[in-house]
């Protein structure tokens, strides 16, 4: 006998991506590019690598999670559907007459849509990969929170890697040196997925998608909402550390604690090394007069 919470997250996880979802995808990953500082005047002196930028921001992830199970980088320009329905949303981000796309997307509810949107779209992604390698590796749980992980958020890292050819590149942007909270909640759900695939999980696929799916949307909106980019797994990351790794501080080198002695205001540091120099320059005089 099904209960109609069964009705309601199965139907839920048979819901198709296309158009609606994909479209609020695009739409928040080519003006997350339009964003960004001379992108416009770039894509009106040379719109083909634009076009390419836009499309590693669209299909960033499945491009990484390609490179992973050793399969071509390209694989994502035979899907003809998504590539035109991608670059129609590039094009009209870009070059719509008078900027009304823009102007359309500024508005916080729209936003708040298309970001809630796209975070339903990250779950089917992170499901996907996780599927997808253990077609390849049969309960290689290690590669399909891997490749899950890659499909779900490894879009960010595909354009620090453009970011990087191009010369724009910042170490405090890199994913790999300091994930955000996306990618650290992306990787969170691809555990789960894989842990529920590999049945060391107690919970339907269905129920664990829209459970997911909610969380990911209700962050997503509470973050947009209150302005509020703070919001981060340290409690948790705090009580996995202290029950791994002790609440021990690290031992620092002699060096470095030189290195952090700083004279203060008033010249205290500055006055104390002077009178020493000088005490052990008159020790010396003194020292040649005995000679």
């Given at each position: 006998?099904?209960?109609?919470?069964?009705?309601?997250?199965?139907?839920?996880?048979?819901?198709?991506?296309?158009?609606?979802?994909?479209?609020?995808?695009?739409?928040?990953?080519?003006?997350?590019?339009?964003?960004?500082?001379?992108?416009?005047a770039?894509?009106?002196?040379?719109?083909?690598?634009?076009?390419?930028?836009?499309?590693l921001h669209?299909?960033?992830?499945?491009?990484?999670?390609?490179?992973?199970?050793?399969?071509?980088?390209?694989?994502?320009?035979?899907?003809?559907?998504n590539?035109?329905?991608?670059?129609?949303i590039?094009?009209?981000?870009?070059?719509?007459?008078?900027?009304?796309?823009?102007?359309?997307?500024?508005?916080q509810?729209?936003?708040?849509?298309?970001?809630?949107?796209?975070?339903?779209?990250?779950?089917?992604?992170?499901?996907?990969?996780?599927s997808?390698?253990?077609?390849?590796?049969?309960?290689?749980?290690?590669v399909?929170?891997?490749?899950?992980?890659?499909?779900?958020?490894?879009?960010?890292?595909?354009t620090?890697?453009?970011?990087?050819?191009?010369?724009?590149?910042?170490?405090?942007?890199?994913?790999?040196?300091?994930?955000?909270?996306?990618c650290?909640?992306?990787?969170?759900?691809?555990?789960?997925?894989?842990?529920?695939?590999?049945?060391?999980?107690?919970?339907?696929?269905h129920?664990?998608?829209?459970?997911?799916?909610?969380?990911?949307?209700?962050?997503?909106?509470?973050?947009?909402?209150t302005?509020?980019?703070a919001?981060?797994?340290?409690?948790?990351?705090?009580?996995?550390?202290?029950?791994l790794?002790?609440?021990?501080?690290?031992?620092?080198s002699?060096?470095?604690?030189?290195?952090?002695?700083?004279?203060?205001?008033?010249?205290?540091?500055?006055?104390?090394?002077?009178?020493?120099t000088?005490?052990?320059?008159?020790?010396?005089?003194?020292?040649?007069?005995?000679?």
């Open positions: 006998m099904e209960y109609p919470w069964d009705d309601l997250t199965l139907a839920f996880s048979r819901t198709s991506m296309f158009p609606f979802f994909d479209i609020a995808h695009y739409l928040v990953s080519v003006m997350a590019l339009k964003q960004r500082p001379g992108a416009v770039a894509a009106w002196s040379n719109p083909l690598s634009s076009w390419f930028s836009a499309m669209c299909f960033g992830g499945g491009i990484l999670s390609c490179v992973l199970l050793a399969e071509p980088p390209l694989k994502f320009l035979t899907n003809h559907t590539i035109l329905l991608a670059s129609s590039w094009y009209i981000v870009f070059f719509c007459p008078r900027d009304l796309v823009s102007q359309g997307y500024s508005y509810p729209i936003q708040l849509l298309a970001a809630g949107m796209k975070e339903v779209t990250r779950t089917w992604k992170i499901v996907g990969g996780v997808h390698a253990n077609s390849y590796y049969r309960n290689g749980w290690i399909m929170i891997a490749v899950g992980w890659a499909r779900g958020a490894g879009g960010a890292v595909i620090a890697c453009e970011q990087l050819l191009k010369g724009d590149w910042k170490p405090e942007g890199d994913e790999w040196l300091k994930m955000s909270f996306p650290k909640v992306t990787l969170l759900g691809s555990i789960m997925f894989t842990f529920q695939h590999t049945r060391h999980l107690a919970i339907s696929k129920d664990l998608m829209f459970l997911y799916t909610i969380f990911l949307v209700t962050i997503k909106v509470t973050m947009m909402m302005k509020d980019t919001v981060t797994l340290t409690p948790f990351e705090d009580t996995l550390t202290r029950m790794f002790g609440r021990q501080q690290p031992q620092f002699l060096s470095e604690k030189k290195a952090e002695v700083k004279p203060s205001s008033n010249g205290s540091a500055s006055t104390a090394s002077k009178r020493a000088e005490s052990s320059g008159g020790a010396k005089r003194h020292a040649k007069k005995e000679d």
